[in-house]
Structures are given as C-alpha cells and as structure tokens.
C-alpha cells in the first residue's frame, strides 16, 4: 500500500504568490515524522521542514510551513511569496518509529514551476 | 560544514559489469542511508547503516545488491553483473540519529547510473 500520496499535477505558481502542496500519509504506528524535500532540476535533495506526530504546532521554517491535520493524515506544504529559485520537483516523506530503522518512504513528487 | 558527498557523479557502464558507488556522510553522523531515484519506482529504500550495528539490507531489490560501511564513516555501494533496470540516480543520505529532535536526512547529490 502506498505510505505517501502526493496526486497534485504540475503547478505553475506566480512569482510572489503562495502555493500549496498536497500530502496524505498512511501510518498505524502513533508516532511518525513527516519531511518535506525539495529536488531542483540539479538533482540535489533538499531537507525544507519537519513535522512531529506529537507537534501541537504546525511547523514553520521561513516561507515554509506545514498544514498538520493529523486527523485527517494529511500534512500539506505551504510555500509563501514564491520565488523563481522555488521551482522544483517537491516530495513528501515520512518516517515510522515501528520500523526501527528511520528509513524514509516518499510520495511521487509534486512538480513546481514558478513563472515571473 | 561539508555535507554528504557522492563519487563518480555519472556512472555509464555495460551490462554485466560490476560497479562500486561511494558515499561520504557529514562528519559525525551515525547513520547513513541508501536510496534509488528512479522514473517508474521513485525514491526507494535501500540499506541503512547505524555506528557498528548490522545493517539493514531490507530494501536492497536483489542479491546483486551488496553495500559496506568502512570506520562507521565512508560507505560503497556495489551493484554485481550490472542490467539495465538497475539504471537510476543512487542517492545516498546521512544523519545524527541523535535518538532525539528530527534526525532529519541529508542527501549527496546522487550518483547518476547507466547501464547500456
């Protein structure tokens, strides 16, 4: 079964505007973490932001924050006042503590072009 | 800090061929992570490596799939009789596994394969 679902199609965002990226997890476990990386067209991955299962408050790095609803399993990327550096392809991760070993499991990517 | 670096950056190969991938994590992290990048699979886990514990091989997709951490530090990847489903991008990742705060991952650049 897939952990992570990321199913928004390519964005085009404009410059300066905010943007959100869709994430639904699938965990049994009661304590996991969810990541937010971003992979520009270099190929590097880039570590953006962390959320806690047991964080009261969604997270925040900068212009990134985290839409935590963990009812919902869901834990949404917004990005605000977009950038042209900003375009990239974007995974959502998570890691389970059952499995004892950290590994990650990602969703497919959401690809991002911001346009000026 | 340096962070993690990957050799070679591309890789072309025949099928058939042995190759060897090397990760050097950020100083000082315990952990080190291998993962593949490709088109129709995404990112896959591969093999975690924790200080002087056994690894854990769960992810490796066969028995052609071989790694090793030398010193808790520098780690080889090495593929056997290469094929060309094994072409993808081979990400490698490290962390603190402090036991504590996000044990986020930090990715190398990712070694590009081709197996013509």
Known sequence: ?116 | GAGVSQSPSNKVTEKGKDVELRCDPISGHTALYWYRQSLGQGLEFLIYFQGNSAPDKSGLPSDRFSAERTGGSVSTLTIQRTQQEDSAVYLCASSGNSGGGTDTQYFGPGTRLTVL
């Open chain 1, 1 to 116: 079964a897939q952990k992570i679902t990321q199913t928004q199609p390519g964005m085009f965002v404009q410059e300066k505007e905010a943007v959100t990226l869709d994430c639904t997890y699938d965990t049994s476990d009661q304590s996991y973490g969810l990541f937010w990386y971003k992979q520009p067209s270099s190929g590097e991955m880039i570590f953006l932001i962390y959320q806690g299962s047991y964080d009261e408050q969604n997270a925040t790095e900068g212009r990134y924050s985290l839409n935590f609803q963990k009812a919902r399993k869901s834990a949404n990327l917004v990005i605000s006042a977009s950038q042209l550096g900003d375009s990239a392809m974007y995974f959502c991760a998570m890691r389970e503590a059952l499995y004892g070993n950290n590994r990650l499991a990602f969703g497919k990517g959401n690809q991002v072009v911001v346009i000026p």
